[in-house]
């Protein structure tokens, strides 16, 4: 499970990759700083729910809930559609080696 230091530096690192500055993320996004700044310095666990889920989708994370949080990476989401893909043909060898790949991510 990611716990929320994992995933407020997953979006740290994501803002300076995409923006560069905090501060162009908070003008691109309408997100005051200061709010950015208390949700990174004191994990993303402090902010509103709609906050976080529009940081994520301007930065590109994917995210589902259910009983935890889990991040769905571009690895993960391209194992889950050849899962589907081969399941929707009935190979049932191919899944399992499919799930062994998504299980790896996941240890």
């Given at each position: ?20 500055t905090i501060s162009k993320f908070s003008e691109a996004s309408g997100i005051p700083y200061p709010t950015i ?71």
């Open positions: 499970m990611a716990s929320i230091d994992t995933i407020t530096n997953l979006i740290k690192a994501e803002i300076r990759h995409q923006y560069g700044m208390n949700a990174l310095n004191k994990g993303i666990g402090t902010m509103g729910y709609d906050t976080v889920v529009k940081m994520c989708g301007m930065l590109n994370i994917h995210q589902a809930f259910c009983s935890r949080l889990i991040l769905f990476d571009d690895r993960f989401l391209e194992l889950y559609d050849k899962l589907k893909a081969l399941d929707e043909k009935g190979d049932s060898y191919r899944i399992h080696r499919v799930k062994c790949g998504i299980c790896a991510l996941f240890p």
